[in-house]
């Protein structure tokens, strides 16, 4: 009895080794294979057979994507600031920029959309532009037919184009509106801009820098068209526009509500696409100032 009892425990722990032993062998190496395939598959564009060309042109990206990893100077290690002509100047950011983006563009805000270069050799060169000094060193705009009236914490109006032709040579003057409306710095981003709060502000005092400019009829839909023109340019073909609906003003101090404002941006974006039939379209999405 003893013995049989024995014998039946070895025959169990014989089957449980013989069982893990199986379990832990190491696995058939064409399974791993087959696995690693069916992960790649699942992946975006997984299922794509790509053509000759078109693999050719991914080998090409390869190789200058690895170039790039290579350089000294690594965009996504410094400071965008910094960064930012050492992205705009390399070989892949020139070739990506010439491919088609389809929905390139699906969070523009309306009043970040244009280079400032534009709004200030164009818009500001315009007739009837006014301009004021507030007392922590930001500018506004107003264009107005007659003298405007005065703004709190403002110095008195002047007019840009009597203030332009005192001077021999505005490239300093243009320049420094510039300035006013984008964060870019010459000196060190990390010690002009030490904070959150700081960096804030003065997002917000660029922005109401760029407002009264943006906010004239005129300015607003060329404003619009150029901002349409630029994404084009990058063959961006479908946008989604973060849209304010600000008032807009006119010459003589009269304002449109939000209808007629999309109703603008309805009708310059019919015309862009008119006269670009390759473009798909804007889509607007309201929002606020936050
Ligand atoms: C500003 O842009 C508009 C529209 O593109 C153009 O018609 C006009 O000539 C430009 N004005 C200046 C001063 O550059
Ligand atoms: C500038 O003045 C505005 C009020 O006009 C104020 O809210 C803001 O904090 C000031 N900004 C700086 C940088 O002093
Ligand atoms: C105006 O001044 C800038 C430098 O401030 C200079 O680069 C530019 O050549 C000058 N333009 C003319 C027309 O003198
Ligand atoms: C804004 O423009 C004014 C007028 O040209 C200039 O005095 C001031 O330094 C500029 N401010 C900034 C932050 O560039």
Known sequence: ?????????????????????????????????????????MQTGGQVVLTDAEKRLDALLFKMKQEEVSRADFPPAMHFFRARDVISTSPIFK??????????????????LVEVEWLVKNATYRPHCYMCFTDNHSIRFIFSARPPAALARCSPWTLLENLRAKMVNSTELDNSLMANMTLFTDQDPELVYPSQDVIWEIFEQCFLALWGLVTYAPVFRDYYYQGLSQFYRDNVMYMEVRALLPEIYELDGSTHDPAWTLKTYQEVTRQFTAEHPDFFGVRMIYTINR
């Open 95 to 112: 070739l990506l920029q010439k491919m088609p983006k389809g929905a390139g563009a699906l969070h523009v805000h309306d009043f970040a």
């Open 1 to 41: 009895m003893e013995v049989s009892l024995h014998r039946r425990h070895a025959v169990v722990v014989c089957l449980l080794l013989c069982c893990l032993a199986g379990g832990l062998s190491s696995p058939d190496p064409r399974h791993r294979e087959a696995l690693i395939q069916l992960e790649v598959s």
